[in-house]
T-cell receptor, first 113, second 115 residues
Framework: AQSVTQPDIHITVSEGASLELRCNYSYGATPYLFWYVQSPGQGLQLLLKYFSGDTLVQGIKGFEAEFKRSQSSFNLRKPSVHWSDAAEYFCAVGAIGADGLTFGKGTHLIIQP | DAGVIQSPRHEVTEMGQEVTLRCKPISGHDYLFWYRQTMMRGLELLIYFNNNVPIDDSGMPEDRFSAKMPNASFSTLKIQPSEPRDSAVYFC?????????????FGDGTRLSIL
């Protein structure tokens, strides 16, 4: 069975600084990988996804993520964060032949002025 | 286009009462998922449907939980009788197509509090 680890429960970043959120997965084959964002009281919104091809994927709101097979990682990055990026971020993995997603526990992003 | 619609947004009820959560998926989506989110366990898949048929309910915690999808535009998750440990945010998500690389679209959730 697949699993996802988000090592950082909380991250604090100054507005305008760069951001990297870590995600490590465990799966025997090439997984389907997703990043979602959840604002308080809201559902999860898809930021980006990877399933094949170019290992650097672009998403909405200026986010990007890089799939590194050798490190089993799919880290999320943004060059310059805005106060509105404060939210909970979830990495998720899907497996071939399976329909459900396995989510990490999430990383809570705090933006300092 | 309308997204996934869940109702109610908040539900507070007493232990032992029946609770019914509702979900309207995005039109044209043939997969529907129910998740539960808690601080301790994060997001857990409870059950999902394909073309209104339950495919995998292995995540349903107990017999007190049941889910139905009578048609393509409506699903319910029922808890009877409810217990305080059922307090959580319950999300419904839908997806179009059979390929697992298609994203799931989430509703805003139902925050359930059992007193």
């Amino acid at each position: 069975a697949q699993s996802v680890t988000q090592p950082d429960i909380h991250i604090t970043v100054s507005e305008g600084a760069s951001l990297e959120l870590r995600c490590n997965y465990s799966y025997g084959a090439t997984p389907y990988l997703f990043w979602y964002v959840q604002s308080p009281g809201q559902g999860l919104q898809l930021l980006l996804k990877y399933f094949s091809g170019d290992t650097l994927v672009q998403g909405i709101k200026g986010f990007e993520a890089e799939f590194k097979r050798s490190q089993s990682s799919f880290n999320l990055r943004k060059p310059s964060v805005h106060w509105s990026d404060a939210a909970e971020y979830f990495c998720a993995v899907g497996a071939i032949g399976a329909d459900g997603l396995t989510f990490g526990k999430g990383t809570h992003l705090i933006i300092q002025p | 286009d309308a997204g996934v619609i869940q109702s109610p947004r908040h539900e507070v009820t007493e232990m032992g009462q029946e609770v019914t959560l509702r979900c309207k998926p995005i039109s044209g989506h043939d997969y529907l998922f129910w998740y539960r989110q808690t601080m301790m366990r994060g997001l857990e898949l409870l059950i999902y449907f394909n073309n209104n048929v339950p495919i995998d309910d292995s995540g349903m915690p107990e017999d007190r939980f049941s889910a139905k999808m009578p048609n393509a535009s409506f699903s319910t998750l029922k808890i009877q009788p409810s217990e305080p440990r059922d307090s959580a945010v319950y999300f419904c998500a839908s997806r179009k197509g059979t390929r697992g690389n298609q994203p799931q679209h989430f509703g805003d959730g139902t925050r359930l509090s059992i007193l």
